[in-house]
């Protein structure tokens, strides 16, 4: 097994990437989604402390994995597929790379300006440089970071669907090459 992405497979260290991230998506949104329904406050709290600290984790793989796939090949997608999919997969792609960068960003802009710093798993404390307490701009990213809850969602959704699409109906090799 490669370390770099082959024009067949794609390699360890994507495929890395790509089921971390994957796997702590789905558990920020579930804990984000989650949050209204917990009345157990000291749960709650340390709930959110756990969801801001792996949304900084997130950023931080989200930003190595984009560097990753600038320097390697990428496998093609397979050529029996219609133009409409490669587009749609394309977006689809850029879209999730997008929001996991834009989401944990907008959620730390919004800690920073209500004052809070980011507690990173006991290792370091952090605020968003530039931002202070009971700056304007943490109500605009409280609002961007709930929407794009939704749609970061549905892209996952989407993405998740699309991939047992291809590999149970097309039968073809879209998703064996990532795991």
Not at 38 to 50: C, E, M, Q, S, T
Request: net charge positive; glycine share 6%; proline share 3%.
């Amino acid at each position: 097994m490669s370390l770099r992405n082959t024009k067949e497979y794609y390699g360890s260290i994507t495929k890395l990437f790509h089921w971390i991230i994957a796997l702590a998506v789905i558990l920020m949104l579930a804990a984000g989604f989650s949050f209204d329904f917990i009345h157990n406050n000291a749960f709650r709290h340390d709930l959110v402390g756990i969801h801001k600290a792996t949304g900084l984790t997130i950023l931080l793989f989200s930003c190595l994995r984009l560097l990753w796939w600038l320097v390697n090949i990428m496998p093609p997608l397979p050529t029996s597929m219609p133009t409409w999919q490669r587009l749609a997969a394309h977006c689809t792609h850029l879209l999730l790379y997008l929001l996991t960068i834009i989401m944990p960003i907008s959620g730390w802009i919004m800690t920073s300006a209500a004052g809070h710093t980011t507690n990173i798993f006991g290792l370091l404390k952090v605020t968003a440089p530039g931002i202070t307490k009971g700056d304007h701009i943490g109500h605009t990213m409280h609002e961007w970071h709930h929407f794009g809850a939704w749609i970061l969602l549905s892209i996952v959704i989407l993405h998740t669907a699309a991939s047992l699409k291809h590999h149970f109906i097309d039968k073809d090799n879209i998703l064996k090459r990532i795991i």
